[in-house]
């Protein structure tokens, strides 16, 4: 079973270090959990147990998927905090790349100086707006792993001056909107200011993909494009998204699905996340389908015990399946089930 002290330490992972989850897949361990961080197991389920015995094969995993420890499957998952995108500037492409934002669950925060256009920030769903001189600003925004900003402010002393701040705080991504002269201006005046020329080269601008995006919501498309592409590559996300989260509060019974490994066209991958309740009710989801109607069953039948135990199940969309079902791609993947305490 999944213990309250795991969802502790796995749902806040320490900010700005690497983290990492375990969990023994088969034999007598299975179920057994434990939790790193910068490569070091700080906490095993089972003292003494599997994952402690073999720590030094596990502590450099820093990805998601299987791995084979001694003979044995163990689910290794990179552990991603929550979101964070933090805008400086609240003109038409900030706002509307927050509302864009907010649907693709990010954290947004928005620092903008002029009264009337943080007001106008508020409205578009910022989960936090501060109103104040860009610098003093970001000395109160969060920065992090997982902390993501973009720099949309209305002339290049104030990109220059939160690229300023920004370059001492440890970040995801940094990118900043303006035309190719005013990002050269930009980057020469930061290099002549002595912020070191890694931070500056790792500066994206032209901001977002290339779309030929014109209007500001294309413009937002574009960026927020680039930000995903870049939290996917980086194996940071969050391992129990706002809606797992959530649902985990909820008193009763409950089955944690997570898929541990995927081959071929499967629609999610290694990490996804759907918890199911006794009353057949679920949150989150493995891809849909055919798929995560065998999952829902099979929780269903764990739960209808007394007594549960994790299990691994294996499916195979062969080509007729799938196309029965509607997913032609068919694929395969395994899907780890256990209760939560």
């Known amino acids: ?3 309250k002290e795991y969802l502790t330490r796995a749902l806040n992972p320490e900010p700005g270090h690497r983290g990492e989850s375990f969990t023994v897949l088969e034999g007598e361990h299975a179920g057994e959990k ?9 906490w095993d389920s089972e003292p003494h147990g599997f994952l402690e015995q073999h720590a030094g094969l596990l502590t450099d995993a820093d990805f998601t998927g299987i791995r084979d420890v001694d003979g044995t499957f163990v689910f290794c998952e990179a552990l991603g905090g929550a ?38 920030a508020k409205t578009a769903g910022a989960d936090a707006v501060i109103c104040a001189d860009f610098t003093k600003g970001l000395e109160q925004a969060p920065g992090g792993l997982d902390t993501y900003f973009v720099i949309m402010t209305r002339a290049h002393q104030w990109d220059i001056d939160c690229m300023k701040i920004i370059s001492k705080k440890p970040f995801a991504y940094v990118g900043m909107m303006g035309s190719g002269r005013r990002i050269a201006v930009v980057k ?8 070191p020329e890694n931070v500056v080269s790792s500066l994206h601008a032209p901001i977002g993909l290339p779309i030929r995006a014109e209007t500001p919501e294309e413009i937002a498309v574009s960026v927020l494009a680039e930000i995903i592409s870049i939290k996917n590559e980086k194996s940071r996300n969050d391992a129990f998204p706002e809606e797992i989260r959530q649902a985990l ?17 499967a629609p999610r991958s290694a990490g996804s996340k759907m918890l199911v309740f006794s009353d057949g009710t679920f949150a989150g989801t493995i891809g849909g389908g055919l798929a995560e109607a065998r999952i829902l069953e099979k929780a269903k039948e764990i739960l209808a015990g007394k007594e549960s135990e994790p299990a691994l199940v294996n499916l195979t969309l062969t080509d007729s399946e799938a196309d029965r079902d509607g997913m032609i791609c068919g694929g395969e993947m395994s899907v780890f089930l256990e209760e939560v305490l």
């Open 1 to 3: 079973m999944i213990s």
């Open 34 to 42: 434990g939790i790193a961080a910068d490569g070091a197991l700080s």
């Open 83 to 120: 979101k964070h995108l933090v805008i400086c500037g609240a003109g038409h492409v900030a706002l509307a790349l927050c509302r864009m934002a907010k649907m693709v669950g990010l954290c947004v925060t928005i620092i903008e100086d002029r009264p009337s256009f943080a007001e106008e």
């Open 249 to 265: 509060q909820k008193s009763g019974r409950k089955i944690l699905c997570t898929i541990v490994k995927k081959n071929g066209a």
């Open 188 to 195: 020469e005046r930061l290099l002549a200011a002595g912020v």
